[in-house]
């Protein structure tokens, strides 16, 4: 039986059992993927299976795409599996539940909380010199502060990160390539000359975020100078468990993260605005890109964030392009990048499925979403007339990226938001306002410090907005429930019914 696939729909496959693999294979037990170079040498007879059929038939169509997608399907696994740590005296988290002494390198920015700080620290030798690798995450208290690049000897007893309160712990850590945490050891910074520090670039960078915090801090009053640092540097230290929850409740959680489904929501805005003025389809799409860019560097690199701008590149590209097919190529590929150089990320990362799903509901959901509207008479009569059309898409991206990612916000917070359609739609047009408004004022106050709130008077306005949305939303009936427990059954009966709709939709185009 000839199988007759196009190279795209190869690649198509190719990349979706290679994430298949991935994912089963985080569920598999450990034991069972111990044997990686079992999983390599199948792949290789399955590539020289190929190799010999070329060179001897040339109508390799026969059965190459079929070997070629259960090589794609068994390197996901084979990838999964050499991704799990290997206990040897030179990795640090050989010594767990012992106590060690060690020199290590702060090699993340410091995560400052309301009542410690968390380091997550490169090990580099023990204290005999014997030379070891591998993260830890370490407590520590406020005072004194230490920042990246800093080195420091530590002393300590290293513990295991484990599972509490139904929450994967361990498993959340080792996205990070952590297996190792230590509670307020003794610490003794490293005296290191400027040429040995390194880091330079990097540094240098968290060192205007910092002044750009102090900047916030002295232009806005609480809790808008929390809010706004959460919005546009990703620091939460000064947001209560009361406001976090309060924003998880009205559905908009992701606008106080710098999560993948925030960055792509207010990137495709950004340009379905730019478009709506008049600018050209290619500079609304560059001017956009420039500035996803220099916002990414701004609030410090974070891997995260990297991510999200990356996934958001791609809904603008989707916006861009106009081909759903390219782009849903170039999101697969996309993701199959980023599981090449973490594969965890799949079942682990929460804000890696939030990225991928919102942009893929973006790309999908978004175009039935705007041809609903357009069969609503009183929408075509009335609202197409008054509204511009760029507002109209705000609402349509804000209502898309939520479709796909429902089912994951209830399954990890436990809470679903009924007001969270409305409340996204009267507060998510401001967003990009805010971060203008609220950088600008940042940067031009560091310069003229004594006329900050004057500088920060617009932003302070939209963010006192946002928040009188969020009290009274949260108030109303029947705004949020509680969400115990979900059964898987209903989260894939769920995909099924929308990638159904999407089916449907794009087989009548």
């Known amino acids: 039986m000839r199988l007759n696939l196009s190279k795209s729909k190869v690649f198509l496959w190719s990349c979706i059992l290679f994430i298949i693999g991935i994912a089963i294979a985080s569920f598999l037990p450990t034991a069972w993927l111990k044997y990686d170079l079992w999983f390599f040498g199948v792949m290789a007879g399955l590539a020289v299976i ?174 808008e100078a929390s809010l706004l640092q959460a919005i546009i540097l990703g620091n939460k230290r000064g947001l209560t468990p009361e406001m976090i929850n309060k924003f998880s409740q009205s559905g908009i959680s992701h606008i106080v993260a710098i999560s993948g489904m925030h960055i792509a929501i207010i990137s495709v805005i950004i340009i379905n605005v730019l478009l709506a003025i008049g600018l050209s389809r290619k500079w609304a799409f560059l001017f956009s890109s420039l500035s996803l860019l220099v916002y990414i560097i701004l609030i410090g690199l974070p891997a995260s ?29 996309a993701a199959v990048v980023l599981l090449l150089f973490n594969p965890r990320l799949l079942r682990d990362d929460i804000g890696f499925q939030l990225s991928f799903l919102a942009v893929l509901s973006i790309v999908y959901v978004k175009p039935i979403i705007d041809g609903w509207i357009k069969k609503i008479k009183f929408v075509e009569t009335h609202c197409n007339a008054s509204l511009p059309k760029g507002i109209i898409d705000i609402i349509t991206v804000t209502l898309s990226a ?82 115990e427990y979900i059964w898987a059954g209903w989260i894939i009966s769920f995909y099924l019914l929308v990638g159904y709709v999407i089916f449907r939709y794009n087989k009548q185009c």
């Open 50 to 223: 190929i190799i010999l059929y070329k060179i001897f038939r040339r109508d390799s169509a026969l059965c190459c795409p079929y070997i070629f997608f259960v090589i794609f399907f068994i390197l996901g696994i084979w990838r999964y599996a050499v991704s799990l740590p290997s206990d040897a005296p030179d990795k640090i988290w050989h010594y767990n539940n012992q106590n060690v002494e060690f020199i290590g390198v702060v090699n993340r920015e410091p995560d400052a909380r309301m009542y410690n700080t968390k380091l997550t620290v490169g090990a580099e030798n023990l204290e005999n010199g014997v030379p070891v690798r591998g993260n830890v995450l370490i407590t520590t208290k406020l005072y004194p502060e230490y920042n990246y690049g800093d080195w420091l000897q530590i002393q300590c007893e290293l513990e295991q990160p484990e599972m509490f309160n139904e929450f994967a712990y361990d498993r959340y850590l080792a996205r990070h390539g952590v297996y190792s945490l230590c509670y307020y050891p003794a610490l003794t910074p490293i005296p290191l000359s400027q040429g040995e520090r390194g880091y330079f670039t990097y540094t240098a960078i968290l060192d205007l975020k910092n002044k750009l915090k102090d900047s916030i801090n002295y232009g806005l009053l609480e809790p």
């Open 402 to 483: 939520q479709v796909l990612t429902l089912p994951i916000i209830a399954l990890n917070f436990h809470q679903v938001s009924i007001v969270s359609p409305l409340v996204n739609v009267l507060v998510l047009f401001l967003l990009p306002f805010i971060m203008v408004s609220g950088i600008l004022a940042a940067v031009i106050s560091v310069i003229f410090t004594e006329l900050a709130w004057l500088f920060f008077a617009p932003a302070y306005l939209m963010l006192k907005y946002l928040l009188w949305i969020v009290d009274f939303s949260v108030k109303l009936p029947l705004a949020y429930l509680q969400v």
């Open 305 to 333: 964030a990297i991510r999200a701008g990356f996934m958001a590149f791609l809904a603008m590209l989707a916006i861009y392009l106009g081909r759903k097919s390219k782009i849903t190529n170039s999101l697969l590929l």
